[in-house]
């Protein structure tokens, strides 16, 4: 008895030693939480933000990863200067994961209507294995006696550019620098840390005068895991209300509603349907995220703080360019001399 008691908590050690950044589950509410994605978007929308978001994974699984999350951003120093930070606990049967990060991001100028933004942060991660709660294992073995053993902590770095002109966004992050090298040392469990890069890319298209299009796509590669890729598209009607579909290559697919309350509240549901593997009958994932946007009067959510002004300013330019009235030059009179024969 006490031989298959050790060989469970050996397999949930031994499945939660590969951990990576891909151990936190694919979350959908970047769509209104850009921060959530990357912390090189803070301060993209222009305003102060904080988002708090909860996710549970495979619902019809006892013990299925649950997530809570909670982020927000502020700005330092006239539009350009950003720091931010997020905290992220996942719980999954006895295993919990906690990641705690701090970051800055600089806004640059390049042109009248784009920008580059720079971000950099760096992440705290703690595991910890709870075998009080855990099925059929005692508590005396003499592996689970040293909670050194049981637990682990890593930090990281990460580093992200972000090109945006007008609606077309286009970014690079690495949400990992480094890399662990050891998975376990002795009779240690050893949390690892494996290098993630991403590419990510968005358009907002108008329909019309009361409807717009969001268009999403996110590739994802960790080391020694597929690669993931997500495209997505949100229907927005009168910047208020929006749903949209998002699909995922592991073999998922989601579908977003949600609305801007009021005066900077948000608030959006998605629903992920698994499409193949264990995904197909796990029972789907819920995920409900909050957000807040300090000082927003305007009712367009999904437009940037500046975007209407910089418009407005251009259409004030070309109106000017096009009544532009050319001055009269006025040119010194020739006398008529009348000559007399």
């Given at each position: 008895?006490?031989?298959?008691?050790?060989?469970?908590?050996?397999?949930?050690?031994?499945?939660?030693?590969?951990?990576?950044?891909?151990?936190?589950?694919?979350?959908?509410?970047?769509?209104?939480?850009?921060?959530?994605?990357?912390?090189?978007?803070?301060?993209?929308?222009?305003?102060?933000?904080?988002?708090?978001?909860?996710?549970?994974?495979?619902?019809?699984?006892?013990?299925?990863?649950?997530?809570?999350?909670?982020?927000?951003?502020?700005?330092?120093?006239?539009?350009k200067m950003w720091i931010g930070g997020e905290a992220v606990m996942d719980k999954t049967d006895i295993l919990s994961t906690f990641k705690?990060?701090?970051?800055?991001?600089?806004?640059?100028?390049?042109?009248?209507?784009?920008?580059?933004?720079?971000?950099?942060?760096?992440?705290?991660?703690?595991?910890?294995?709870?075998?009080?709660?855990?099925?059929?294992?005692?508590?005396?073995?003499?592996?689970?006696?040293?909670?050194?053993?049981?637990?682990?902590?890593?930090?990281?770095?990460?580093?992200?550019?972000?090109?945006?002109?007008?609606?077309?966004?286009?970014?690079?992050?690495i949400p990992s620098l480094f890399q662990s090298k050891d998975e376990y040392q002795g009779t240690a469990y050893k949390f690892k840390v494996?290098?993630?890069?991403?590419?990510?890319?968005?358009?907002?298209?108008?329909?019309?005068?009361?409807?717009?299009?969001?268009?999403?796509?996110?590739?994802?590669?960790?080391?020694?895991?597929?690669?993931?890729?997500?495209?997505?598209?949100?229907?927005?009607?009168?910047?208020?209300?929006?749903?949209?579909?998002?699909?995922?290559?592991?073999?998922?697919?989601?579908?977003?509603?949600?609305?801007?309350?009021?005066?900077?509240?948000?608030?959006?549901?998605?629903?992920?349907?698994?499409?193949?593997?264990?995904?197909?009958?796990?029972?789907?994932?819920?995920?409900?995220?909050?957000?807040?946007?300090?000082?927003?009067?305007?009712?367009?959510?999904?437009?940037?703080?500046?975007?209407?002004?910089?418009?407005?300013?251009?259409?004030?330019?070309?109106?000017?360019?096009?009544?532009?009235?050319?001055?009269?030059?006025?040119?010194?009179?020739?006398?008529?001399?009348?000559?007399?024969?």
């Amino acid at each position: 008895m006490k031989i298959i008691k050790l060989h469970s908590i050996l397999i949930c050690i031994f499945l939660g030693m590969t951990v990576s950044a891909q151990q936190f589950p694919h979350r959908t509410q970047y769509l209104i939480n850009p921060y959530s994605l990357t912390p090189a978007l803070a301060g993209f929308t222009g305003y102060n933000e904080l988002f708090m978001a909860y996710r549970n994974d495979w619902t019809r699984i006892t013990g299925s990863p649950r997530t809570f999350s909670a982020n927000g951003f502020g700005n330092i120093y006239q539009q350009k200067m950003w720091i931010g930070g997020e905290a992220v606990m996942d719980k999954t049967d006895i295993l919990s994961t906690f990641k705690l990060n701090a970051s800055y991001t600089y806004k640059l100028m390049v042109e009248d209507d784009q920008y580059l933004y720079f971000g950099f942060w760096g992440t705290y991660y703690q595991t910890t294995v709870n075998v009080g709660k855990g099925i059929g294992i005692d508590p005396n073995d003499p592996i689970l006696t040293d909670p050194a053993k049981m637990n682990s902590s890593a930090v990281n770095a990460g580093f992200g550019i972000h090109y945006n002109r007008d609606r077309f966004n286009l970014g690079f992050s690495i949400p990992s620098l480094f890399q662990s090298k050891d998975e376990y040392q002795g009779t240690a469990y050893k949390f690892k840390v494996q290098r993630e890069v991403m590419v990510y890319s968005s358009y907002l298209f108008d329909m019309g005068e009361l409807w717009q299009m969001q268009a999403y796509g996110v590739f994802r590669k960790t080391t020694n895991e597929p690669s993931i890729l997500e495209l997505s598209t949100l229907f927005i009607y009168q910047q208020q209300f929006w749903g949209g579909l998002m699909y995922r290559n592991s073999g998922a697919l989601a579908i977003n509603i949600g609305t801007h309350i009021t005066r900077g509240f948000v608030f959006n549901y998605s629903y992920e349907i698994g499409m193949s593997g264990i995904n197909q009958g796990s029972g789907g994932s819920h995920e409900f995220g909050i957000g807040y946007r300090f000082n927003m009067n305007d009712t367009k959510y999904f437009e940037k703080k500046d975007s209407n002004t910089s418009r407005s300013s251009k259409r004030k330019k070309s109106s000017k360019s096009r009544s532009r009235k050319y001055r009269q030059v006025a040119y010194p009179q020739l006398e008529d001399y009348n000559y007399k024969r």
